[in-house]
């Protein structure tokens, strides 16, 4: 099996395996071929993943951050050199096409790392005078904390997690999706011979059973889950049970408004990357395209163009722009969804159709007079399907942008910035691009605002999730 690891889990600083779990297979989408086998973590390998953590924070917590710092930075440096080889295990664990991975997934997880390196000495309290007296705050770590992952962006996922959570004093368990558990064994990898101390950041296999079995053990004080509402909010109510803190990184049905005086090219462009980019499996896609009516005809002629020229394929050849979708499950799911898009009445534009041959390829798929009441506009798909509506004033739009559960993202497209800054204010959502779709550099921060989650992944907002303020009166 070409992607077999070393062992299933990578516990206390080693790869560790028990095969009394049960296995789960990984396929690789573009094939359907079995690429490796692993094994779920037993209640006993969660138990000493979470003893190890335990163990290893105390001492981790004492070091000087400056040199916690060091070893992350040192580890984005491996991974900035590996790159190539990452990118392919990324392709193989996932079927995003290496055209992608090589740019959008370990670099991604290296920036993390090199950032919250870099802050992790950065980080402290402040004095309060009162008189006489005086108190001082200290930022502590929280301890224990789990990451528990959704399959689209295995690398990125664990590297946004695990690099604040260790630069400010933590240790992690994390759990990858039991679609793609390969990409975060080689993160644990590399920690470890970047010079992390064993034991702070532990790869733990398994399905939902595991991430619940590790969000209620007592030693855990923070959860941080990235996937969708349903999971979210299980997993919120078993946090909640033990008072833990929570980061909600869920899902999205995001609107992207495009108005009259937009660059067309470009805003078209922003529709295409916020819907197909990944087989359209990001969590912060605008999948809700809100087209302005004077242009509306002349949008979906280049957009239909455009998308038909989208080479698909073996995402292993890097001229290969769109792959499958990660598992027939998914494949399924979405194909069930565009069946649905059409007998609601909305008008298939191009694609919705599976490609022959054993992988999970969908074609890129445009659906256009969709209207707010279709479950096409209403439910998140994950997967290449871009609805297009279309609508007369700012305020009619903002109001239908708003009219869902989610909140994660929103973008806007025209050449007029008060309008743009007006509009934005008024979205609600918490990661919006004016002219860009989907850009999320790890200096900005990133979570969604409703049902879309809770907290924020990266920039300085990240301390506030991964650290606790004592405060003490002198
Ligand atoms: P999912 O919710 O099915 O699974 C996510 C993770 O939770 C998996 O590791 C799964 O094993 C685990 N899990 C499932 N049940 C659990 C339980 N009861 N307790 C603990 N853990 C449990 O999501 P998915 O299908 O893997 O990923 C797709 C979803 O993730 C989409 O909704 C997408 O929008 C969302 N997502 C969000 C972001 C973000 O940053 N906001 C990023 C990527 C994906």
Not at 46 to 57: E, G, H, K, M, V
């Amino acid at each position: 099996m070409r992607a077999q690891p070393k062992a299933s889990h990578f516990i206390d600083g080693a790869y560790v395996e028990d095969t009394g779990g049960a296995v789960m297979d990984v396929v690789y989408a573009a094939t359907g071929e079995v690429i490796a086998r692993v094994h779920e973590a037993t209640p006993a390998l969660i138990d000493r993943a979470l003893a190890s953590a335990a163990r290893a924070q105390r001492d981790w917590a004492r070091l000087m951050p400056v040199e916690r710092g060091r070893i992350l930075q040192r580890a984005a440096a491996i991974i900035r050199a590996r790159n190539r080889e990452l990118s392919e295990l990324e392709t193989l664990d996932t079927g995003k096409p290496l055209q992608e991975t090589l740019v959008a997934d370990a670099t991604s997880g290296a920036d993390a790392l090199e950032y919250f390196g870099g802050m992790a000495a950065t980080v402290t309290g402040e004095t309060i005078p009162l008189g006489r007296d005086l108190v001082y705050t200290i930022r502590e770590p929280l301890g224990v904390c789990v990451g528990i992952g959704a399959w689209n962006y295995p690398t990125q996922i664990a590297c946004w997690k695990a690099a604040p959570a260790l630069a400010f004093g933590n240790a992690m368990v994390f759990k990858p999706s039991e679609v793609t558990p390969l990409c975060a064994l080689k993160v644990a990898e590399i920690l470890h011979e970047a010079g992390l101390p064993a034991g702070l950041f532990n790869v733990v296999q398994g399905r939902g059973a595991v991430g619940g079995a590790l969000v209620s053990d007592a030693r855990v004080a923070k959860v941080s889950l990235t996937g969708s509402v349903p999971t979210g909010r299980k997993v919120y109510a078993a946090a909640a049970d033990g008072v833990r803190h929570v980061t909600m990184e869920l899902g999205g049905k995001s609107p992207l408004i495009i108005f009259e005086d937009a660059d067309l090219e470009d805003a078209i462009g922003g529709a295409m990357l916020g819907n197909f980019y990944s087989a359209g499996q990001v969590c912060s896609n605008g999948t809700r395209v809100f087209v302005q009516r004077g242009i509306k005809e002349r949008f979906l002629k280049r957009l239909k163009a455009r998308t038909e020229a989208i080479t698909l394929g073996e995402p292993m050849d890097e001229a290969t722009q769109m792959g499958p979708l990660v598992s027939a499950a998914q494949m399924e799911k979405v194909l069930s969804l565009i069946d649905t898009g059409k007998a609601e009445g909305a008008r298939l534009v191009t694609g919705g159709l599976r490609l022959n041959g054993p992988g999970f390829y969908i074609q890129p798929t445009v659906f256009a007079d969709v209207t707010d009441t279709m479950t096409i506009a209403r439910e998140e798909i994950f997967g290449p399907v871009m609805a297009v509506l279309e609508f007369d004033s700012e305020d009619e739009v903002i109001a239908r942008a708003n009219d869902t559960e989610f909140g994660l993202s929103a973008g806007v497209f025209t050449r007029d910035l008060t309008r743009a800054h007006r509009v934005i204010g008024q979205l609600q959502a918490g990661t919006c691009w004016i002219n860009a779709y989907n850009l999320s550099p790890v200096e900005a921060p990133f979570g969604g605002s409703k049902m879309s989650g809770v907290g924020r992944e990266n920039s300085r907002a990240a301390v506030e999730h991964y650290t606790q303020i004592k405060s003490v009166y002198l």
